[in-house]
Each structure stands twice: as structure tokens, then as C-alpha cells.
């Protein structure tokens, strides 16, 4: 079972500080990495994509990929209030498959 | 620019009844899919197409069908439906065949089955 783990919260900060959000994935071979936003009632949208091990910038976001470990995170800098949202990890695994998701983690922004 | 357009938004059924979500995208993308979303359970793949004329199951195909009718539009059929299929589903599309990367999604379907 290829599976994608996230701690599913609720996340709390304070306005201002960083968030730091996990994910876990099963298939070592793994290719593709992304984050998706999903506001209450509203359906994901794509944040960040990162493809290779590192940090990947992207205005007050950071994604951070380890392959070894078969870890990947989001960092969000200067967190707003306007943050507070489900983030879902997904992960491209094996071959010429769907996006495996995981269940989100909640993050709450509190100003 | 539309991108993905799914209808209805809300639906209210009764079991047994039967329906079709419709979805269709101005992308030009390969591959569409259908998800549902269930409180704590994150986003679970039904069906997807990755190309014109291709239909697989996803990790709960069970109770639902599927006809990817041209390139834009992929429509999910329930035949029965069931008070578990109480959910709410999304379509979504992509361009990249390889990988099935960076979905666009739709704005949801509300599904309630009394």
C-alpha cells in the first residue's frame, strides 16, 4: 500500500511566526512532490511542486525534499491569519500514476 | 478563463436514485480525474482518464462509473445511489501524462444521499 502521512493537526501559530508542515511518504522511488491549499469549503490549489532534494523558495514559502528520508515539509514564513487553511501533501510514486494523497494537516494562524 | 467546470454544486438524494456529475475543462489537458472528500479521510481517487478514450479505477471505484466523453469533459455516473456516497467530489485535470502532475482542480460538488 503506497501511502502519504501527515500529522493532521490542528497546527497552531501565532501571526508571524513560521509554520513547519510534514509529510512521510512510503515509495522510496517517489519522483514528484507537491502542496496543495484547501480553504474550508473551497477545493485545493496547487502552492508548491518540487521535483529534486533541497529548498525550494517561492515567496514566504519553502519546500523541503529529502529523499533519503523520505521526507518532505512546507515552511511558511511570516504567517498570516489568511494562512490558516488544510495543506495536503501529494506524491507522484511509481510509474505513470495518480497523485497519492495525504489527509491534510490544519493549520491555524492566530493573530 | 473557466478552467475546470463541474455541475451540479449541490445535489440531494434519495437511495436508490441515480445521477451524473458532470465535468468538463478548457485546458486542453490528457487527463481528468474524480475525487471524493471525506471529512478526516483527505482526498481519494474514484476514476481517472489519462488520455481520450481511457477510463481506470482509483482507490474507490466501487458504486460509480465513468464516461470520458471527448478530450474536455469526464463525467462520474451513480447508479444506486447509497447513503456512503454521502461526500463531496471533485474533478480535476491535468496536462503532464507523465506523472499525472499538478492537478487543476474544480469547485466541488456537494452530495447528500438521504
Known amino acids: 500500500q503506497k501511502e502519504v502521512e501527515q500529522n493532521s493537526g490542528p497546527l497552531s501559530v501565532p501571526e508571524g511566526a513560521i509554520a513547519s508542515l510534514n509529510c512521510t511518504y512510503s515509495d522510496r522511488v517517489s519522483q514528484s512532490f507537491f502542496w496543495y491549499r484547501q480553504y474550508s469549503g473551497k477545493s485545493p490549489e496547487l502552492i508548491m511542486s518540487?521535483?529534486?532534494?533541497g529548498d525550494k523558495e517561492d515567496g514566504r514559502f519553502t519546500a523541503q525534499l529529502n529523499k533519503a528520508s523520505q521526507y518532505v515539509s512546507l515552511l511558511i514564513r511570516d504567517s498570516q491569519p489568511s494562512d490558516s487553511a488544510t495543506y495536503l501533501c501529494a506524491v507522484n510514486m511509481t510509474g505513470n500514476t495518480p497523485l497519492v494523497f495525504g489527509k491534510g494537516t490544519r493549520l491555524s494562524v492566530i493573530a | 478563463n473557466a478552467g475546470v467546470t463541474q455541475t451540479p454544486k449541490f445535489q440531494v438524494l434519495k437511495t436508490g436514485q441515480s445521477m451524473t456529475l458532470q465535468c468538463a475543462q478548457d485546458?486542453?489537458?490528457?487527463?481528468m480525474y474524480w475525487y471524493r472528500q471525506d471529512p478526516g479521510m483527505g482526498l481519494r481517487l474514484i476514476y481517472y482518464?489519462?488520455?481520450?478514450?481511457?477510463?481506470d479505477k482509483g482507490e474507490v471505484p466501487n458504486g460509480y462509473n465513468v464516461s470520458r466523453l471527448n478530450k474536455r469533459e469526464f463525467s462520474l455516473r451513480l447508479e444506486s445511489a447509497a447513503p456512503s456516497q454521502t461526500s463531496v467530489y471533485f474533478c480535476?485535470?491535468?496536462?503532464?501524462?507523465?506523472?499525472?502532475?499538478?492537478?487543476?482542480f474544480g469547485s466541488g460538488t456537494q452530495l447528500s444521499v438521504l
Open positions: 485546458m486542453n489537458h490528457n487527463s
Open positions: 482518464s489519462a488520455s481520450e478514450g481511457t477510463t
Open positions: 518540487i521535483y529534486s532534494n
Open positions: 480535476a485535470s491535468s496536462g503532464s501524462g507523465q506523472g499525472h502532475q499538478k492537478l487543476f
